[in-house]
């Protein structure tokens, strides 16, 4: 799409009037709020959000569809000196905290843990892109301390679209795929998807690979480098270059400084200028949640501290390899199951453990008891005998800033955690 939309700059005025009008602007900002995180250091944020909005697709995906959908849900990061990009794709099943949204309808929401994609749905209740927008950034925002700073919704309509402009896009599929779901019957081996071929490829989840969510984000970034290569492809094809930069713009929904050729243009003139290998394709480092609480069998939760630590870098504006993250997450943590702590108050606060205590237990952690410390302290800390480091590692790792500490000989069995005043807020 970099390519194709730096084409603009030759087509015209009235094509890039045209172009421009097709995209629709969204201002999120008074529903955001003042509670936000701080900018990066370099660099910029824009959340892509890929919107199951089936309008003008009839009844064929979806039917009765009620609320604003979005399963794909990504955060570009370009870097500041220009050189490399980094695109994180979150599991539309992440197990995370969703702040208080205004609603479609109705009173606004209360904070609560969910899947992700949830949040799209609480502000779209009504088909408001507005409060569905703000409420997608106000969840990305809260558990990863990113400031988002422009944002762009693609909905289906203009995917086929996009494509079919393109005469189709190459997918390998290794077996034969029947999936009754995302109405897709492919046979295996390379061949070009259009139409709802493509769609149903991209979407496809459950006859696939493992059939989970995981899966469906890594055939999605492969697909949408295919679509880069075959778009560069097209580039001086004056037919395709208007199908697929109409067909685009018309299925796009972004901030007021971003809804409109121009800095589109810009944006896609500094990826181009990027080499291959720095746009990195990543998604955050997850695991099943099922480890942690046995009984849910259907979400992922983000491993920390590795999750912590790409978004950290983002804020930085420091590159993260496919490499680096491997190899951070090479390791999972100790189930939260198997780690029993016991919950100390050493702020003087009354209900401060009890209230942490429900917090780690939502996590899966086993609180041993609670109560009160023998005195106040000033710094929050956490013990553990020697034989439980690897589970005091993985509770301190929902602590951030928390570094846990070998318990003396003398001290009473188990994990302790003493909350002093400076205890950090858990991490999803």
């Known amino acids: 799409m970099a390519v194709l939309v730096l084409g603009t700059a030759a087509t015209g005025g009235w094509l890039y009037s045209h172009l421009s009008g097709n995209i629709q602007g969204a201002d999120v900002d008074d529903a955001l709020g003042g509670d936000r995180p701080k900018a990066a250091a370099g660099g910029e944020n ?22 604003m959908q979005s399963d794909t849900l990504m955060l570009l ?15 539309r099943d992440s197990w995370v905290l969703i702040p208080s949204c205004a609603r479609g309808d109705g009173p606004a929401s209360t904070p609560h843990r969910f899947k992700i994609n949830e949040a799209y749905a609480i502000g779209g209740s009504t088909g408001d892109s507005v409060k569905a927008a ?20 693609a909905d289906f309509r203009g995917f086929t679209g996009m494509v079919n402009a393109l005469g189709g896009v190459e997918v390998c599929p290794k077996q034969d795929i029947h999936d009754s779901k995302a109405h897709l019957d492919l046979k295996a081996g390379c061949q070009l998807v259009r139409d709802d071929k493509a769609l149903g490829y991209v979407r496809a989840r459950y006859s696939i690979g493992d059939g989970s969510d995981i899966g469906r984000i890594g055939r999605q970034q492969e697909f949408m480098k295919s679509l880069a290569a075959r778009a ?20 796009l929904t972004a901030d007021p ?26 998604t955050v480092p997850n695991y099943p949640r099922e480890l942690d609480v046995p009984t849910d069998e259907a979400n992922v939760t983000w491993q920390q501290p ?18 680096a993250l491997k190899a951070a997450t090479a ?18 606060t009354q209900g401060k453990a009890l209230k942490v205590a429900e917090e780690l237990r939502a996590f899966g952690f086993q609180i041993a008891a609670t109560g009160n410390a023998p005195a106040e302290v ?12 690897k589970q005091a590692a993985s509770l301190a790792a929902r602590l951030p800033g928390l570094t846990p500490t070998p318990a003396a000989p003398d001290a009473p069995a188990g994990i302790t955690l003493t909350i002093g005043p400076d205890l950090p807020p858990t991490s999803g």
């Open 306 to 323: 590795a999750a912590r630590n790409l978004f950290t870098a983002m804020n930085e504006d420091r590159e993260t390899t496919p490499a």
């Open 232 to 251: 560069k492809s097209k580039l001086y094809s004056p037919t395709a270059l208007y199908g697929f930069l109409d067909s685009a713009t018309k299925s």
């Open 134 to 153: 703000a409420c997608a950034i106000k969840t990305v925002e809260a558990n990863t301390h990113v400031r988002i700073d422009h944002f762009l919704i």
């Open 257 to 282: 400084e971003l809804a409109d050729i121009k800095p589109l243009t810009s944006l896609a003139g500094s990826l181009k200028g990027m080499a291959t290998d720095r746009i990195s394709f990543l």
């Open 46 to 67: 824009i959340l892509v959000i890929g919107s199951d909005s089936r309008e003008g697709l009839g009844d064929a995906y979806g039917k009765h569809l009620t609320t």
């Open 77 to 91: 990061h370009t870097g500041g000196d220009g050189k490399w990009a980094s695109v994180v794709s979150f599991p």
């Open 378 to 389: 000033s710094k929050t800390t956490l013990t553990y005998p020697q034989d439980q480091a």
């Open 331 to 348: 390791e999972l943590p100790a189930p939260a199951g198997t780690v029993r702590v016991t919950v100390l108050n050493g702020t003087g």
